[in-house]
């Protein structure tokens, strides 16, 4: 397991952008899968964006390909959330979250460290 701690939300028009930061402490960051989640009021939790070890290899859910971009840089021990063209069903708590699983997984009861969240509101 290891720590992690999300930043960058915020308001902004739909149509608008914001990058996420999560920044993870530990020892085995780098040999960690990661991923983005969110959550709004009344739904599930969902996959937003998967990477890889080494960040070769990436997934996402169907709702964002083409606008948000997932990576990381594990030097600095730190993934992130680009996301762009913002719409208002957008809006949710964003967490990263870290799998010991050898393949990117979308279910996050499958997922053993978790951030505490950071909130993103698209407005119309």
């Known amino acids: 397991q290891v720590q992690l701690v999300e930043s960058g939300g915020g308001l902004v028009q739909a149509g608008g952008s914001l990058r996420l930061s999560c920044a993870a402490s530990g020892p085995i960051f780098s040999r960690t899968n990661m991923a983005w989640f969110r959550q709004a009021p009344g739904k599930e939790r969902e996959f937003v964006a998967g990477i890889t070890k080494t960040g070769i290899s990436t997934s996402y859910a169907d709702s964002v390909k083409g606008r948000f971009a997932i990576s990381r840089d594990n030097a600095k021990s730190t993934l992130y959330l680009q996301m762009n063209s913002l719409k208002p069903e957008d809006t949710a708590v964003y967490y990263c979250?870290?799998?010991?699983?050898?393949?990117?997984?979308?279910?996050?009861?499958?997922?053993?460290?978790w951030g505490q969240g950071t909130q993103v509101t698209v407005s119309s």
């Open positions: 979250a870290g799998s010991t699983f050898i393949v990117l997984i979308t279910d996050p009861r499958k997922y053993v460290s």
